[in-house]
Structures are given as C-alpha cells and as structure tokens.
C-alpha cells in the first residue's frame, strides 16, 4: 500500500500561521484511517511556532530559496529561511525514509504551495510558483499535489500500486 506525506493542517491539526486548520477532507481521512498518511508541517519541523506572524517569498519561488538566491520573509521583514530550508529537508527526510512518492500539501503556503504562492508583498497577490517544501520535494522526483487536486492525487497513487 502506497503511502504519502501530508500537511498537517489538512488533517485538521491546528498548526496553521494563524493557530488554525483546515479540512479535515474526507478522503485524507480515510487514507489516514488505512494508515497511509505520513503527516508532517514542514513550518513546525523547522522549527516555527504556532502561531507565528505570516511569512511569504519575494516573487514567490521556492526554488530560489533552495537555490539560496531569494529569503523567506515575515510581514515585519524578519528573515525566517533557515526555518523553512530546516521544514523542506525534515520532509525530504519522511519522504525517503518511507519511500513515498506522492505528497499533499497546503495550496498557496510558502512551505508547500505547488502551483501558486504569495508573491512577497503580504496584499493577497498570487504568482506561479511553489513552496519551499513542494520544491525539495518535487526536485527529489515526489509529485506534490494541493488539497484541490485529491483527485489526481488519488489517481496517481492507483497508478503507482498497479505499477
């Protein structure tokens, strides 16, 4: 049985920037209940509190903060990258020590957006571009998908268990 990371705060763990949650989904959960779910916040693991005040990346990209070209920062300028590197690898470590292939991950969060990030400027606006986490992970070869997209996470997990 494939197994998978997820965000923690699609579980309904309270580990969100803010203090909150979201979900939990229904099909999260029942791949938890089948004891697939590897569960980790990557902001946590890097050692962040919860809550802790918002933090975005400057165009968005967590490849550049990977790449050590670009900072993740709070609303208050405090630079937290260490932090979210810190998050990435813990993850990359659950990933390889479980062999997981498939992660779900937190739409939008600087750690583990896939497709679309904050664009630095803490106004709400969205750019292409993906989390710190999504990138290590998705650089490992793990395809990372959001809570929008359980669909094709679902469909790719059938796809490696045929495999």
Request: proline share 6%; hydrophobic share 40%.
């Amino acid at each position: 049985m494939e197994k998978l990371l997820v965000s923690r705060c699609l579980l309904g763990h309270k580990v969100r920037y803010d203090g909150g949650a979201h979900g939990p989904y229904g099909l999260l959960q029942r791949w938890q209940e089948e004891g697939r779910v590897v569960p980790l916040c990557p902001e946590v693991a890097g050692g962040l509190p919860t809550p802790r005040p918002p933090a975005e990346i400057p165009g968005g990209q967590g490849g550049g903060v990977l790449d050590g070209t670009l900072p993740v920062l709070t609303d208050a300028g405090d630079d937290v990258t260490a932090a979210f590197v810190a998050g990435a690898e813990a993850a990359l470590a659950l990933a390889r020590q479980h062999g997981l292939r498939v992660a779900v991950l937190k739409a939008r969060s600087p750690s583990c957006g896939n497709t679309h990030n904050y664009d630095g400027s803490f106004s709400g606006h969205l750019v292409e571009g993906e989390g710190v986490t999504a990138a290590l992970l998705r650089r490992a070869g793990v395809k990372v998908f959001n809570e929008q997209q359980l669909a094709e996470a679902a469909a790719e997990l059938g796809r490696l268990e045929g495999a």
